[in-house]
């Protein structure tokens, strides 16, 4: 890695921490190269703008969270409810480390002031849904196309809600894998089999 890499890496982990702390209302180019003990022109010559800096963070959150989420080996075992568990409750233990809940929350806000913004997430969603429905297809052989998009477009949105709730709401992951996944069968299959799976 060289050293611009090095320092544009830096300036990223000043920038998440001072996202956590103050929120993006209370980010500026200003705080940021305060942060890094640079100058505002230095910090310019990596990140011209508040946007591209914003930018560079998203593509840097996503790519990371989405190595996360690959990483994450799983074979399924034949059982559609307890492999679907399994993975949801991956999946929450992944939103649950760390800082992703609180930075990805701030960035979602802010992308729904900032077109590029809008536009990388949208990318990240769409990559995502793939991604899911390659696990859920994996899991189901038998599920339609249709079928396992339906899945995916109630899956997604469940992890969205989960990002922003999960500091306000008591939870419980297992009882939440539990739920989501038997929300899932039933979308994969009709009730009576999605009843039959549990």
């Not at 701030?106 to 729904?112: D, H, K, S, T, Y």
Request: glycine letters at 6%; one cysteine or more.
């Amino acid at each position: 890695m060289t050293k611009a890499e090095l320092k544009r890496r830096f300036i990223l982990e000043q920038t998440e921490a001072l996202l956590i702390n103050e929120g993006g209302a209370g980010l500026s180019m200003r705080k940021v190269a305060e942060a890094c003990g640079m100058s505002l022109g230095n910090l310019q010559y990596h990140y011209a703008t508040r946007e591209t800096l914003l930018e560079a963070l998203l593509a840097s959150f996503i790519a990371n969270y989405v190595a996360l989420v690959q990483a994450r080996s799983f074979q399924p075992t034949g059982d559609i409810h307890r492999d679907l568990t399994h993975i949801l409750r991956t999946g929450l233990e992944l939103l649950d480390e760390g800082d992703a809940s609180p930075v990805f929350k701030e960035l979602w806000a802010e992308a729904q002031q900032s077109d590029s913004l809008a536009a990388e997430l949208a990318k990240y969603y769409s990559e995502l849904a793939s991604f899911y429905e390659t696990t859920l297809k994996s899991l189901d052989q038998t599920a339609d196309v249709q079928k396992i998009k339906r899945a995916v477009s109630v899956l997604m949105p469940l992890f969205e809600g989960y990002c922003v709730t999960r500091g306000a709401l008591p939870h419980d992951r297992d009882e939440l894998a539990e739920i989501w996944a038997f929300a899932i069968c039933a979308t994969l299959h009709s009730r009576h089999q999605a009843l039959d799976l549990i």
